[in-house]
């Protein structure tokens, strides 16, 4: 995360953990998301039954916040030391 946008982060994390937010993972066709965050370091977990939605999520503005840097795709073992922040699976 870019430097001077903790607050607009905390204000995307709140909307996250709001029913609005839930809706909005669910309608993304997602089947798991968290987000892990040491510091500004963010890593971001999320899986698909239809792997074709990444692309899309990767520039959804709703999910994917424009002070966000992507740096590369990671694999599951890169969170292993990491508690999540938020994490949601569809009810």
């Known amino acids: 995360m870019r430097q001077g946008h903790e607050s607009e982060h905390e204000a995307f994390l709140d909307r996250l953990e709001s029913a609005q937010g839930a809706n909005l993972l669910r309608r993304c066709s997602l089947t798991y998301y968290a987000l892990y965050q040491s510091g500004s370091d963010l890593r971001i977990v999320f899986r698909s039954e239809k792997p074709s939605i990444i692309a899309g999520f990767l520039r959804n503005r709703r999910m994917w916040p424009d002070y ?24």
């Not at 992507?70 to 009810?91: K, Y």
């Open 68 to 91: 966000w840097e992507f740096e590369r795709a990671g694999e599951s073992e890169d969170v292993e030391a990491w508690s999540p922040r938020f994490e949601w699976t569809p009810a």
